[in-house]
């Protein structure tokens, strides 16, 4: 089954497809910082985010 998603390109953001779904990932709240992907086994595991303050 093929799946379709649509995604504004006017926003500033990070995506994952994950097990078939988009997610949408947080970012800083600060507005500075980093958003770190961790694959586990091959597989799209966790994501961290930090920030400076």
Excluded: C, H
């Excluded at 078939?20 to 507005?31: I, M, Q, R, T």
């Amino acid at each position: 089954m093929e799946k379709t998603a649509v995604i504004r390109l006017d926003e500033d953001a990070v995506f994952r497809v994950k097990n078939g779904e988009l997610e949408k990932l947080d970012k800083p709240a600060s507005g500075f910082g980093e958003v770190v992907q961790k694959w586990e086994a091959g597989k799209l595991g966790r994501y961290e985010v930090k920030y400076t303050k």
